[in-house]
């Protein structure tokens, strides 16, 4: 049973830090694209960032361009968990973060919902000015 479960969140304030983790059980994480999706009041849910597969055991990151140089995704393959740590936060960045596995094996590019088939149920993050 693939299982998926954020933590980390919480109410913090304009340009503090925090760390989300998403521990995963079920699939083969370390050949999983695996991605963090964010969903504000009233708003789509939308990318943020990426950790996708590249060569020799490799693994490439992408953001989203509102994220760039503030956050960083990582992974750590022995404890099955994807991290999000999210610096300088802003006020805009209130939204409950969402990670996600696509399919395991795949070569998906991760940057749109439907790349993903697991989901996880989300930790809300807010941030106040």
């Known amino acids: 049973q693939v299982q998926l479960v954020e933590s980390g969140g919480g109410l913090v304030q304009t340009g503090d830090s925090l760390k989300l983790s998403c521990a995963t059980s079920?699939?083969?994480?370390?050949?999983?694209?695996m991605g963090w999706f964010r969903q504000g009041l009233g708003k789509e849910r939308e990318f943020v960032a990426v950790?996708?597969?590249?060569?020799?055991?490799?693994?490439?990151?992408d953001y989203a361009d509102s994220v760039k140089g503030r956050f960083t995704i990582s992974r750590n393959n022995v404890k099955t968990t994807l991290y999000l740590q999210m610096n300088d936060l802003k006020a805009e960045d209130t939204a409950v973060y969402f990670c996600?596995?696509?399919?395991?094996?795949?070569?998906?590019?991760?940057?749109?919902?439907?790349?993903?088939?697991?989901w996880g149920k989300g930790t809300q993050v807010t941030v106040s000015s």
């Open positions: 079920g699939f083969s994480f370390s050949s999983t694209v």
């Open positions: 950790m996708r597969l590249g060569g020799s055991f490799l693994y490439l990151a």
């Open positions: 996600a596995a696509a399919r395991s094996g795949s070569r998906v590019r991760g940057i749109t919902e439907n790349e993903y088939t697991y």
